[in-house]
């Protein structure tokens, strides 16, 4: 079953503007959300992650916003730039436990 | 790419045939994984281990087996490869101390004709 649900799909912006992708869970003992990057022919790599008890977190261009009460959380990306083009997946897991994936949005960065 | 070595890198391989692939690390975690990456599901989780000898089962292990003699080594077999099993295999690893992040190898894509 799709315990995280992942959205868009696919996303273009032009340099400069602020993409968020967005994940909805269902499972309210999930308690750790991290985002992973992936670049084609590559592993994803772990980007940012954040913990119910807090509803953002900042790590350079980018930002988790996290609605506990929704059970919702977003990845933004400022000010983003051509080679932030990837692939990025959201994640939950419980207690440290096996990650569950969202589906992945590609997002495309236009000069 | 975190210590992590996948190989074969590439792999096809008929349908029927058995098939194994390798995931080292150099960095002493003791928990591994493998899943597979397939269009429109994401990373799915096939088996893991949480110790030399220690492994349980993921989303999606039927036709799967894993191993793991040593704490460096997890490997995963196809008994028996199925056009189905056609995917991108990634491994991952995670430092019980630091409990939650999990560092992803260079993935293995596997062919089944």
């Known amino acids: 079953q799709q315990q995280v649900k992942q959205s868009p799909q696919s996303l273009i912006v032009q340099k400069g503007g602020i993409p968020i992708i967005n994940c909805a869970y269902e499972?309210?003992?999930?308690?750790?959300f991290p985002w992973y990057q992936q670049f084609p022919g590559k592993g994803p790599a772990l980007l940012i992650a954040?913990?119910?008890?807090?509803s953002e977190k900042k790590e350079g261009r980018f930002t988790i916003s996290f609605n506990k009460s929704a059970k919702q959380f977003s990845l933004h990306i400022m000010d983003s730039q051509p080679g932030d083009s990837a692939t990025y997946f959201c994640?939950?897991?419980?207690?440290?436990?096996?990650?569950?994936f969202g589906t992945g949005t590609r997002l495309q960065v236009f000069p | 790419d975190a210590g992590i070595t996948q190989s074969p890198r590439h792999k096809v391989t008929e349908t029927g045939t058995p098939v194994t692939l390798r995931c080292h690390q150099t960095e002493n975690h003791r928990y591994m994984y493998w899943y597979r990456q397939d269009p429109g599901h994401g990373l799915r989780l096939i088996h893991y281990s949480y110790g030399v000898k220690d492994t349980d089962k993921g989303e999606v292990s039927d036709g799967y087996s894993v191993s793991r003699s040593k704490t460096e080594d997890f490997l995963l077999t196809l008994e028996s490869a199925t056009s189905s099993q056609t995917s991108v295999y990634f491994c991952?690893?995670?430092?019980?101390?630091?409990?939650?992040?999990?560092?992803f190898g260079p993935g293995t894509r596997l062919t089944v004709t």
């Open positions: 499972n309210t003992a999930f308690d750790y």
């Open positions: 954040i913990r119910p008890d807090v």
């Open positions: 991952a690893i995670r430092d019980g101390r630091r409990t939650y992040e999990q560092y």
């Open positions: 994640a939950a897991s419980k207690n440290t436990d096996k990650l569950i």
